[in-house]
């Protein structure tokens, strides 16, 4: 049997210990503004790089994302492992609008459209 995010058709974001999810806000704003559903799911420790590479992996979408309290990361399941199409940190140094086009540009790889730039 396939678990929930296996079935549905969303952008997986793992919430590694101690990610406030509050902090990344403005970046599932930019997701939600594009019309692409994304399920936010607590995760055990791990590298950010690696927890988005599996979230891609896992996705219907073929995008995942993964976030700590200082880092955000979009993956693509057909990029490497340790090459991750967009990394952001420290949340509370960044302008409103990157972190929104960085949502937008996770749900703009699932449409196959063109990034905004950050």
Known sequence: MK???E??????V?????CDAGLWQQ???GIEEEGIPFLLQPTE???VVTAAYDAAQRSPLLVGM???????VVHFKNLRPEAPLFRLSQPLQQKT???RSLGNN????????????L
Not at 14 to 18: E, M, N, Q, S, V
Not at 66 to 72: S, V
Not at 106 to 117: D, E, M, N, Q
Request: hydrophobic share 50%; with cysteine; proline share 5%.
């Open 66 to 72: 993964a976030c700590t309290r200082n880092d955000i």
């Open 3 to 5: 678990s929930l995010h």
């Open 14 to 18: 793992h919430l590694l210990a101690g």
């Open 97 to 99: 609008d990157v972190l």
């Open 7 to 12: 079935e549905l058709p969303v952008v997986l």
């Open 106 to 117: 996770a749900a703009r790889l699932v449409k196959g459209l063109p990034f905004k730039s």
């Open 45 to 47: 420790s791990g590298d």
């Open 27 to 29: 970046v599932f704003y």
